[in-house]
Every structure is written in C-alpha cells, then in structure tokens.
C-alpha cells in the first residue's frame, strides 16, 4: 500500500472518525512509529507476570500477609508491573464503566468538542495522539482523561457515566491506598509512611479511557510510544482486546490479563521514593487491525503541592538517587515532553543525582 498524504494529529481531531471514514486506506505517514522490528516480543515470558492476590495482602493470618508483602516487593523490583485478583472491585461495576467509556467515546464528535485538551491541569481533556504539540510522530488512539481527585470533575453525558466514574475512582483509589501499603511494608517502613510522605490521601488521581480504533496498518504504528507514567501507581483494565506490552529485560512482553483482574503498573514517584529500588515500568500500547481496543486507566499520584523524592528512612541506609521535586513541577514536565524511550526519571534533566 502506498502511503496517504502526510497528515499531522492536529489536522485530526478524532483518530476514530478518521479512521472509519478512510476504512482500509493507507494510514497517514506521519503514525509510523515503530522503530523496532515487531519481533522483539518475549513470549516465553508472558507466563511469568507476577500476580498478587490482594486478599492475602490483607490477610490476618500474619504468615500469609508477609509472605503476600514479600511477593509484592518482589514484583514490584523485578517487573515494577503485576496483575491483582480479588481486588474486591465487583465485575458488574468493571463492566459497566467500560461499556460507559465506550459510549463516550461513541458520541458524535460535535459532542465531545466542549472537552477539547486544554492542558495538563485542565478538568476535563478530549484529544488524539499521545502529545500532539510535542510529538513528531502520531499515535493511533483518542482519550478521555479527567481529574477525580482531589477534586472530582466528571463529562455530564453519557448518562449515568459520572455516577459510575464515581464510584469507580473511589474504589480504585481505596485499592491503590492498600496497595502502597503493602508496598511501604515490603520496603521496610511502617505501612503508612508512603500515605503520609507523599500526601497520598490528597493527592492526584486522573481517570483516563484510551481507544484505539482498528488500524489497517498495525505494523506500523502504535497507539501508544514507549512511556512510564508520572503517578505513583496506574490501576488498568481493557475490554478484552490486547494491546498492553511491559519491557522486562530489555524485552517486550505482552500482557494476557487473567479474568477480572487489575493491572498495576510502579509509575516514577514510586520510584523515586523507593530510592529506585522499584522500577517505573516502560510499557507501550499495539494495534489490532480488526477490533476496537478500549482501556480504562487511572493514575494515582501524591499531592501536587509534595515534594517527593527518596523516603528518609532509606537514607539512614543509601544515598539518594533521586532529587526532590514537586509533584506538580514533575507532573507539568512530564506532560509536556516527547514520548521518552527511557522512564521520566531517566529522561528528565538533572533529578537522578
Ligand atoms: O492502553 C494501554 O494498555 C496503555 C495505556 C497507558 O499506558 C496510559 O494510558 O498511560
């Protein structure tokens, strides 16, 4: 197929409208975007994606709790991604923000216009692409992204959707605080030093759904570059329709969800105040050529107003990797550079010390 003329994301307002009025065209030069061969995928590591079972975490039988700390802690420094199983998150409620997100996304796009991106700390953003007024290269998928926490904004319509968000983002936010728990614990600290250190309970959550229409070229593209996120933990799920890969190793591997879990990947402000012992995972998003791939996203961070940086009490111990910096300083950044091929904090000029 010969390519379509060059076309650039800010001349598209909506990859799915385009990509459903162009129906199998050619996909505009400009979404190439793969610069590795599509082989490098390790599928002999897809099996070995580590699971916690959240319900042990909050064991009472104390052996099963630290043996449940002690795989966390591990997961999170080997693959700094895993999956979670009875999250206590009911299916019915997963569905149905789902089915919710895909109808928002189904809207007519003359509907949507009132949520156009405004930036980084704007409520409410409807755009394309991953960066537009950043990126050379255009990715393969549109997003909703909307600030839940510390002050929840939701889109009106459809109806019945913010209730749902609602409730969800409450929910999610309940398993992200047990989580870091969890975590604080397996690095030797008191279970709510990260809570308080980071602010958590005011902190950021931002609930994104990401869909990537079928794309006739999926070789090519992607719908999302390489990228760790800004947060401190990012909770997932997707319709059923793959596309999530994690690098462990140096190597890609897809992610197979198990039925009705949650996939948690460490973002950089664990990272940082981890002292870089936990890794804030690379991951990046491929196309499916004949579904529509939807995934519901959301990012909880620290308070934005926190500096965040190595927890003291590693310090007793290590030197600090990391520089302190504001959340909100790191989150500006963070959104307004180029996809990195490298984690933020790798990327970003002068916070590893
Ligand atoms: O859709 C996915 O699986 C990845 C989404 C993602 O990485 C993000 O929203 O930051």
Same mark, same amino acid.
């Given at each position: 197929?010969?390519?379509?003329?060059?076309?650039?994301?800010?001349?598209? =307002?909506?990859?799915?409208?385009?990509?459903?009025?162009?129906?199998?065209?050619?996909?505009?030069?400009?979404?190439?975007?793969?610069?590795?061969?599509?082989?490098?995928?390790?599928?002999?590591?897809?099996?070995?994606?580590?699971?916690?079972? /959240?319900? /042990?975490?909050?064991?009472?039988?104390?052996?099963?709790?630290?043996?449940?700390?002690?795989?966390?802690?591990?997961?999170?420094?080997?693959?700094?991604?895993?999956?979670?199983?009875?999250?206590?998150?009911?299916?019915?409620?997963?569905?149905?923000?789902?089915?919710?997100?895909?109808?928002?996304?189904?809207?007519?796009?003359?509907?949507?216009?009132?949520?156009?991106?405004?930036?980084?700390?704007?409520?409410?953003?409807?755009?394309?692409?991953?960066?537009?007024?950043?990126?050379?290269?255009?990715?393969?998928?549109?997003? #909703?992204?909307?600030?839940?926490?510390?002050?929840?904004?939701?889109?009106?319509?459809?109806?019945?959707?913010?209730?749902?968000?609602?409730?969800?983002?409450?929910?999610?936010?309940?398993?992200?605080?047990?989580?870091?728990?969890?975590?604080?614990?397996?690095?030797?600290?008191?279970?709510?030093?990260?809570?308080? =250190?980071?602010?958590?309970?005011?902190?950021?959550?931002?609930?994104?759904?990401? #869909?990537?229409?079928?794309?006739?070229?999926?070789?090519?593209?992607?719908?999302?570059?390489?990228?760790?996120?800004?947060?401190? /933990?990012?909770?997932?799920?997707?319709?059923?329709?793959?596309?999530?890969?994690?690098?462990?190793?140096?190597?890609?591997?897809?992610?197979?969800?198990?039925?009705?879990?949650?996939?948690?990947?460490?973002?950089?402000?664990?990272?940082?105040?981890?002292?870089?012992?936990?890794? =804030?995972?690379?991951?990046?998003?491929?196309?499916?050529?004949?579904?529509?791939?939807?995934?519901?996203?959301?990012?909880?961070?620290?308070? #934005?107003?926190?500096?965040?940086?190595?927890?003291? =009490?590693? /310090?007793?111990?290590?030197?600090?990797?990391?520089?302190?910096?504001?959340?909100?300083?790191?989150?500006?950044?963070?959104?307004?550079?180029?996809?990195?091929?490298?984690?933020?904090?790798?990327?970003?000029?002068?916070?590893?010390?």
């Amino acid at each position: 197929m010969a390519p379509a003329a060059t076309i650039h994301a800010s001349d598209i =307002s909506s990859i799915k409208a385009f990509a459903e009025s162009n129906d199998d065209a050619p996909i505009p030069s400009t979404y190439y975007s793969i610069t590795e061969p599509r082989d490098d995928v390790a599928h002999e590591l897809a099996a070995s994606l580590p699971v916690i079972d /959240l319900s /042990l975490l909050n064991s009472e039988d104390l052996q099963l709790h630290s043996k449940a700390v002690q795989q966390l802690g591990k997961a999170c420094q080997e693959w700094g991604f895993f999956m979670i199983t009875n999250h206590g998150i009911s299916e019915e409620l997963m569905e149905d923000v789902m089915n919710k997100s895909h109808e928002f996304h189904n809207l007519p796009i003359e509907e949507k216009k009132e949520f156009v991106d405004k930036g980084p700390l704007a409520p409410i953003r409807y755009g394309t692409s991953f960066n537009p007024q950043a990126e050379t290269v255009h990715y393969w998928r549109d997003y #909703l992204k909307v600030i839940t926490h510390p002050q929840f904004d939701f889109p009106h319509k459809p109806l019945g959707y913010k209730e749902l968000a609602f409730e969800y983002s409450h929910k999610i936010r309940a398993v992200a605080r047990n989580l870091l728990q969890g975590i604080s614990e397996s690095l030797g600290l008191e279970p709510d030093a990260i809570i308080e =250190s980071t602010g958590f309970d005011s902190g950021l959550q931002i609930f994104a759904v990401n #869909l990537y229409p079928p794309c006739p070229q999926p070789d090519l593209a992607l719908g999302m570059p390489p990228h760790s996120d800004h947060g401190l /933990l990012t909770l997932l799920t997707q319709n059923g329709v793959g596309g999530l890969q994690v690098k462990h190793q140096g190597k890609w591997v897809k992610v197979d969800p198990l039925p009705k879990c949650l996939l948690v990947n460490i973002a950089d402000q664990l990272e940082a105040v981890s002292n870089g012992r936990y890794k =804030s995972v690379l991951h990046r998003a491929v196309l499916d050529n004949r579904d529509t791939r939807i995934s519901v996203v959301l990012v909880n961070g620290p308070a #934005l107003d926190k500096d965040i940086g190595p927890a003291q =009490s590693l /310090l007793e111990k290590e030197k600090p990797l990391f520089k302190s910096m504001k959340y909100e300083d790191y989150f500006t950044l963070h959104q307004k550079s180029r996809p990195p091929q490298k984690s933020g904090l790798e990327s970003m000029d002068g916070v590893r010390l």
